[in-house]
């Protein structure tokens, strides 16, 4: 089984700064199969990040996802309020799929 | 409009058995890897069970044994069977393509 361990737990920052969210893997992932997730309250989550570092449609240039192997990243440059929410990382395409604990990005 | 509606959540006792629905529109279950993910009350993704494109079906160690996911290509839909339900299985269950996620539907395990 691969654990996604993500941090920090609680990310705090203000609008306009640069937030970098981190997700290790216990055991390589296939880039291709790592994907990030905003939820906020109240909703299923929303693809972000495919492939690790593709754009989900829609999403803007602020989201950027990088990594390889057991090191990955998401960054979002430019906060905006409706960037304040919970994400989570996913890897797929084994046996055994799972997710990280997620990080909650705050005001 | 792509989307899927599930059906078929609500209170079960423990050891009771339930199943869930999630119908597809807009795109085709049977050529997507779909997923169930479930989320207890103020917690985190938890993944249950997923069913790639060639019709290979994994599961979680929690639940399986216990669980059992299908898809239906005449109808387009996904569906989880839920067997011997226990406490920690309440959760809003979803269930997802990589892009496309149902609404959820809670699923409530209590005497």
């Known amino acids: 089984e691969i654990v996604l361990t993500q941090s920090p737990g609680t990310l705090s920052l203000s609008p306009g700064e640069t937030a970098t969210l981190s997700c290790r893997a216990s055991q390589s992932v296939s880039s291709s199969y790592l994907v990030w997730y905003q939820q906020k309250p109240g909703q299923a989550p929303r693809l972000l990040i495919y492939g690790a570092s593709s754009r989900a449609t829609g999403i803007p240039d602020r989201f950027s996802g990088s990594g390889s192997g057991t090191d990955f990243t998401l960054t979002i440059s430019r906060l905006e309020p409706e960037d304040f929410a919970v994400y989570y990382c996913?890897?797929?395409?084994?046996?055994?799929?799972?997710f990280g604990q997620g990080t909650k990005l705050e005001i | 409009e792509v989307e899927m509606v599930q059906s078929g959540g609500g209170l079960v006792q423990p050891g009771g058995s339930l199943r869930l629905s999630c119908a597809a529109s807009g795109f085709t279950v049977s050529g997507n890897h779909m997923s169930w993910v479930r989320q207890a009350p103020g917690k985190g993704l938890d993944w249950v069970s997923v069913?790639?494109?060639?019709?290979?079906?994994y599961y979680a160690d929690s639940v399986k044994g216990r669980f059992i996911m299908s898809r239906d290509h005449s109808k387009n839909t996904l569906y989880l069977q839920m067997n011997s339900l226990r406490g920690e299985d309440t959760a809003v269950y979803y269930c997802?393509?990589?892009?496309?996620w149902g609404q959820g539907i809670l699923v409530t395990v209590s005497s």
């Open positions: 997802a393509s990589l892009l496309t």
């Open positions: 069913i790639y494109s060639d019709d290979r079906t």
């Open positions: 996913h890897q797929y395409g084994s046996s055994m799929c799972s």
